[in-house]
T-cell receptor
């Protein structure tokens, strides 16, 4: 297992198009997180999955954003009707569930989105 | 609300000099604090966390609850320490907030030869 993987690594799209990103967590990790990072800022939390259940969504996640983790393994993040403000690095992280709150999160390489 | 502030966007030191990256936080309960590092062309990775009380690559960080700070320190900086450093906070959880991280803006550390 080489860690968390994300595809595609780069995506250029035109405003108004839909895009979908995929995250494959470390295989035994139950917890999965999505973050967004814009230029000059630290990552910002978007949403959290415990297995297949989406348990928390940030206010940053507008109605145009949807995330799924259908079988508790990989996750997808879809952005509908993209806007230029959606241009950012989208990071996925996973962590094991050992019953505690503060497990170490392992990050993927990110998907860089550019909306023209 | 929880917030993490890293007041220095850029920090430059010479090899062998001490380095301190500042981090202040705001949180009403007892948080867990982390330092993540991103080396050039690599992914974000954990450097150290408060609860582990360990030194990684010569770095240490002390949680000061009175000053709500978690500064990262190294007595003798090395060129390979050049990277982006993020301080992050995770709340006590409860409910559904299992481990989500709030990051600071990051500090770019450059260690000159």
């Amino acid at each position: 297992d080489t860690g968390v993987s994300q595809n595609p690594r780069h995506k250029i799209t035109k405003r108004g198009q839909n895009v979908t990103f995929r995250c494959d967590p470390i295989s035994e990790h139950n917890r999965l997180y999505w973050y967004r990072q814009t230029l000059g800022q630290g990552p910002e939390f978007l949403t959290y999955f415990q297995n297949e259940a989406q348990l928390e969504k940030s206010r940053l996640l507008s109605d145009r954003f949807s995330a799924e983790r259908p079988k508790g393994s990989f996750s997808t993040l879809e952005i509908q009707r993209t806007e230029q403000g959606d241009s950012a690095m989208y990071l996925c992280a996973s962590s094991p569930d050992r019953g505690g709150f503060w497990e170490t999160q392992y990050f993927g390489p990110g998907t860089r989105l550019l909306v023209l | 609300a929880q917030r993490v502030t890293q007041p220095e966007k850029l920090l430059s030191v010479f090899k062998g000099a001490p380095v301190e990256l500042k981090c202040n936080y705001s949180y009403s309960g007892s948080p867990e604090l982390f330092w993540y590092v991103q080396y050039s062309r690599q992914r974000l990775q954990l450097l150290l966390r408060h609860i582990s009380r360990e030194s990684i690559k010569g770095f240490t960080a002390d949680l000061n609850k009175g000053e709500t700070s978690f500064h990262l320190k190294k007595p003798f900086a090395q060129e390979e320490d050049s990277a982006m450093y993020y301080c992050a906070l995770s709340g006590q959880g409860g409910g559904t907030s299992y481990g989500k991280l709030t990051f600071g803006q990051g500090t770019i550390l450059t260690v000159h030869p």
